[in-house]
């Protein structure tokens, strides 16, 4: 049976400054892309049946400098909406309320777009799980997309809540395996690269 892989995209701006970053599409550093490039060797050597790429051009084009080509690109592995707080980091939105702020425990505020909650985020990365199911018996599925998406996608594929992403760490230019033992959904490896 296949695993299904998370690869998150390489930096941005936005990435290494700590700045929430859902709607705003941002291109690669000049790092960013060489992580990127440094993942395809490791990427060649899976029997890829499917790759499916959030619609942002950081997640595509980590994907074709990984040696990835996209089956599909997918709606559903777009980041989780910050509404007001996209741009702004934890730090400066933690400032602002008073009190520390966490993406993990607490809402998201309306702003230029409605934001959007955690279980949203877990609805969305559901129908991309039971979507890549199908296609396991087919060979690996590579998920090409963002840090929050993806740890929510995890935290889903062990049958955890939402907020249990915050387990799983994802530098920007990593990716991790979602595997099976024993039929159970495991974590097989994590922020290789």
Request: charged share 25%; glycine share 12%; hydrophobic share 40%.
């Amino acid at each position: 049976m296949g695993e299904i892989l998370v690869l998150r995209h390489g930096a941005t701006e936005w990435s290494r400054s700590g700045q929430h970053t859902g709607v705003t599409d941002l291109p690669l550093l000049p790092e960013g892309e060489e992580r990127a490039r440094s993942l395809a060797p490791a990427l060649a050597e899976r029997h890829l049946a499917q790759v499916w790429v959030s619609p942002r051009e950081r997640a595509r084009r980590t994907a074709e400098l990984a040696g990835l080509t996209a089956t599909a690109v997918d709606e559903d592995l777009v980041e989780l909406d910050y509404g007001g707080y996209e741009g702004r980091t934890t730090a400066e939105i933690s400032e602002q309320l008073g009190h520390e702020w966490s993406v993990w425990r607490d809402p998201v505020v309306p702003g230029e777009t409605p934001g959007e909650t955690l279980a949203q985020v877990g609805e969305r990365v559901d129908r991309v799980l039971a979507r890549a199911r199908e296609h396991l018996d087919d060979g690996d599925v590579a998920l090409v997309a963002h840090g929050h998406v993806l740890r929510v996608l995890t935290a889903r594929w062990l049958g955890l809540e939402p907020s249990a992403g915050a387990l799983f760490a994802l530098p920007a230019g990593a990716y991790g395996v979602l595997g099976h033992e024993h039929a159970r959904p495991v974590l097989t490896g994590w922020a290789l690269g």
